[in-house]
């Protein structure tokens, strides 16, 4: 009898002690990976990826530059909009949610240490969902923490009595807690995506250049084919648009009640894919 | 409990890498005790132990252990540990949090996962450098380390592969000392080795495999009793051994009499050791005097040279 029926068969008790052995089970798998994620070797590039923008930043903290355009309050807005689309969503979150969640599986896979994970009673279903848990965990963390502080860091050096109001009184607070919400649903996003392409192929960096490409020619894509990226709904929930260049296909931005739950239902989709291949898998260090 | 719920059982079980056979066609129940596989490098030893443990997935047929599909991790390690070949560690932990760690991916609270880590290292004979990093230990040690996490959620299977590799004679002793006693608990264990008299010493059945196939499997002396192509050699110790010669030598069953080097002994190669045996006692009555009868090819090197061609390892 597969435990699948047993499941459909078993007591609300059976039922409460089964999701309470489940539970237990992700704060132990979360609680190791978290540990592994933050400490280990791996997690040195990390680092380096979420603080990259930020040391920049507080280098240019004390100096504000020459010019007009710097003077002007309302600049401030669209220099971090910039920032933000190329460096950190195009750039930071996605090569770092890729380092990440490649990892959870391929790391592993390249230490010889996931069979611990596969000889353990536990379902293989359970694991994909603490690992993810713990990435999602980690990146968000890390993306987010530098998204704000790096916001903080454009702002107030330069203009501060005026950033003070902005983020007192004015739309600063909202955009900044719309910035984080964007970094971690990228997060959420990419994550999944990085996650089952370290599961299915053996060389991840090349189905990651292969989204990276993709991500980046967004603009010039049909409005149909657009709406097939992570970059798309993300940009379409940024509080200040940028302007995509003149060669730009124009295209509608998907409104905020679409794109969050589309990016979850994908997300969901893709994380039962990687549950499905990790119920499948064998382990063959020496062929992977 | 139906007598499938305490076997392991393979049915038709395949397992192909590609175009590369792992093992073919094996049909095989394995009851309660020690078994041992054993087989040259290649056989099919550590495909049969991943198989078993649902890291491979059989090609063809299926598997059970204790009426649990290997598909099932949930259900299947609550009664199964397994000892794999893999040297390696999750990084920077100690002996005792490595352990410690896999009981709680297992389920069991903090408290239930300190006592039964402490059991099992104690169990190895490692409480001493238990809380040492694993990177830091000797192979001997990681290797006992890797059983005693094997060993820590007290499962009704356990499954070592080469288990006694990287272990000084002393800790050697210990572990096949420590074996044995699950066995007598009841426990299945199933050990792969090339060292074969350490094997004979301590098996209560073997398995022998080469090439992917099993070439035989059961009680040693009894796969050794089957195999009637090589007669039984036999040394018999006594007064008269040329007397002994020319009596025995009468006898159809008998293809080769020799006198040992010594001249106080007697081999003799036969296809009925039973009735060799007999034969004994009318030659004791003709008035030989007979100290010590012993097979000489009667283990499992002599198994394991015939059947594969090799003498196998040794310690």
New interface residues.
């Given amino acids: 009898m ?2 699948a029926v047993e499941i459909a068969q078993a007591t609300p008790e059976q039922n409460r002690a089964r999701w309470g ?1 489940w539970l ?2 992700v704060g ?2 979360f ?2 990976e978290i540990e ?1 994620n933050f ?3 791996r997690s040195i590039l990390i680092y380096l990826i979420a603080l990259s923008p930020v040391i920049p930043l507080l280098l240019f903290a004390p100096f504000t530059p020459p010019g007009k355009e710097w003077q002007d309050f309302n600049n401030y807005s669209v220099v971090y909009a910039t920032i933000y689309n190329v460096l950190f969503l195009r750039t930071l979150i996605f090569f770092g949610s890729a380092w990440i969640f490649m990892n959870l599986f391929r790391g592993e896979m390249v ?3 996931l ?10 279903e359970v694991l994909v969902v603490s690992k993810y848990i713990s990435g999602l965990v980690t990146s968000i963390i890390l993306f987010t923490t530098t998204t704000v502080v790096a916001m903080l860091l454009l702002y107030f050096p330069h203009v501060y009595s005026q950033s003070v109001r902005y983020f007192t009184e004015g739309r600063g607070l909202a955009q900044l807690l719309t910035y984080a919400g964007v970094t971690m649903l990228a997060c959420v996003g990419y994550g999944a995506f990085f996650l089952v392409v370290g599961l299915f192929v053996r060389n991840p960096i090349i189905p990651a250049i292969l989204l990276y490409g993709w991500e980046w020619l967004n603009f010039l894509l049909p409005p149909l084919l657009k709406k097939v990226s992570v970059i798309h709904y993300l940009n379409s929930l940024v509080p200040v648009p940028l302007s995509e260049g003149p060669f730009a296909v124009v295209g509608d931005p998907t409104p905020a009640y679409i794109a969050i739950p589309s990016m979850l239902v994908v997300t969901i989709i893709v994380l039962i894919l990687a549950a499905y291949r990790i ?2 898998m ?4 020496g ?1 992977d | 409990m139906s007598s499938t719920d305490q076997l392991i059982i393979f049915d038709n079980v395949s397992k192909f890498y590609g175009e590369i056979l792992g093992v073919n066609r094996v049909n095989v129940q394995i009851a309660p005790g020690i078994t041992s596989l054993v087989g040259p490098n290649g056989a099919g030893k550590s495909t049969l132990m991943n198989l078993m443990t649902g890291l491979l997935r059989p090609t063809r047929g299926s598997i059970t252990l204790l009426g649990i599909p290997t598909d099932e991790p949930e259900r299947l390690f609550r009664k199964v540990g397994y000892c794999t070949q893999f040297d390696s560690f999750p990084r920077g932990v100690t002996g005792r949090e490595f352990i410690t760690s896999f009981l709680l991916v297992h389920g069991f609270d903090r408290k239930q996962a300190n006592d039964l880590a402490q059991l099992a290292i104690e169990r190895v004979n490692l409480v001493e450098a238990a809380d040492r990093k694993v990177a830091g230990y000797s192979k001997g040690m990681r290797q006992r380390i890797r059983l005693a996490q094997s060993i820590a959620h007290q499962p009704a299977v356990l499954i070592l592969d080469e288990p006694l590799n990287g272990l000084d004679p002393m800790v050697r002793s210990e572990t096949i000392a420590l074996f044995r006693k699950l066995a007598s608990d009841g426990l299945h264990l199933i050990i792969s080795s090339h060292i074969l008299h350490e094997v004979d010493m301590m098996s209560d059945r073997v398995v022998l495999l080469n090439n992917g196939y099993i070439v035989a499997e059961g009680n040693i002396h009894g796969v050794r009793d089957e195999m009637e192509e090589h007669p039984m050699q036999i040394l018999i110790r006594c007064d008269q051994p040329a007397k002994l010669a020319a009596f025995v030598f009468a006898q159809n069953h008998v293809v080769e009499a020799r006198l040992h080097d010594d001249r106080r002994g007697l081999f003799v190669k036969t296809r009925d050791a039973d009735r060799f045996y007999l034969l004994l006692n009318r030659a004791v009555v003709e008035g030989v005097n007979i100290e010590s009868v012993a097979p000489v090819d009667d283990d499992l090197s002599a198994v394991y040279q015939y059947l594969i061609g090799t003498t196998g390892g040794s310690a």
């Fill in positions: 597969s435990s052995l237990r089970q132990a798998i609680r190791l592994k400490l280990s070797r230490d010889r240490s069979h611990y994970y596969f000889l353990s009673a536990v379902r293989r119920r499948h064998e382990i063959r260090y062929s």
